[in-house]
């Protein structure tokens, strides 16, 4: 089963509101957890990491009053659209970092968020 | 340019075999990932490979690396149409969490 949640899968919003998404570990504790942006034409962007009880690390370019993040438990980290525009309409993905059975770390992707903003 | 570099589409008949090809430049790459992302939907973890090893099977899916020269390939076996669908290629340095990702490669099967 999914061991990455994000809600909601897809939202429609009126230019100028806000836009809450979460992401939660199922099974694990998650001090940090990874926001990306997936544009039209496939590319994978990422926009910042979140770090449990301290402030998210931004990507260059990516607006930090624009794009909130909260991660206030180890299984809870939050991206806030605020005074969301028609250009922030995208597919947000979120990702943790799993150690797998042979040691290895790798990146575990949420289902995603559409959002489009009218 | 680009990190990881991959062709943007494949299109392949049913039941024939799907080569998907990446390039990376990052030397210190230690590990290589293969994501599977369907649409609408988030990226799935389908294989990944040590910088150490020259190929790795999981069934249908096989994975090559010339670390000389910085190729990684996946292979699937046997194509089928559920397998239409964005591949991923993507590489992370040892001491970083964060892999950098190349633009997806768009796989069509067609009967």
């Known amino acids: 089963g999914a061991v990455v949640s994000q809600h909601p899968s897809r939202v429609i919003c009126k230019s100028g509101t806000s836009v809450k998404i979460e992401c939660r570990s199922l099974?694990?504790?998650?001090?940090?957890m990874f926001w990306y942006r997936q544009f039209p034409k496939q590319s994978l962007m990422l926009m910042a990491t979140s770090n449990e009880g301290s402030k998210a690390t931004y990507e260059q370019g990516v607006e930090k009053d624009k794009f909130l993040i909260n991660h206030a438990s180890l299984t809870l980290s939050t991206l806030t659209v605020t005074s969301a525009h028609p250009e922030d309409s995208s597919f947000y993905i979120c990702?943790?970092?799993?150690?797998?059975?042979?040691?290895?770390?790798?990146?575990?992707f949420g289902a995603g968020s559409r959002l489009t903003v009218l | 340019g680009e990190d990881v570099e991959q062709s943007l589409f494949l299109s392949v008949r049913e039941g024939d075999s799907s080569v998907i090809n990446c390039t990376y430049t990052d030397s210190s790459s230690t590990y290589l990932y293969w994501y599977k992302q369907e649409p609408g939907a988030g990226l799935q973890l389908l294989t990944y490979i040590f910088s150490n090893m020259d190929m790795k099977q999981d069934q249908r899916l096989t994975v090559l690396l010339n670390k000389k020269d910085k190729h990684l390939s996946l292979r699937i076996a046997d194509t089928q149409t559920g397998d239409s669908a964005i591949y991923f290629c993507a590489e992370r340095a040892g001491g970083s969490y964060i892999p950098t990702f190349g633009r997806g490669t768009s796989l069509i099967v067609h009967p």
């Open positions: 099974d694990f504790q998650a001090t940090t």
């Open positions: 990702s943790v970092v799993r150690r797998g059975a042979d040691g290895a770390n790798v990146l575990t």
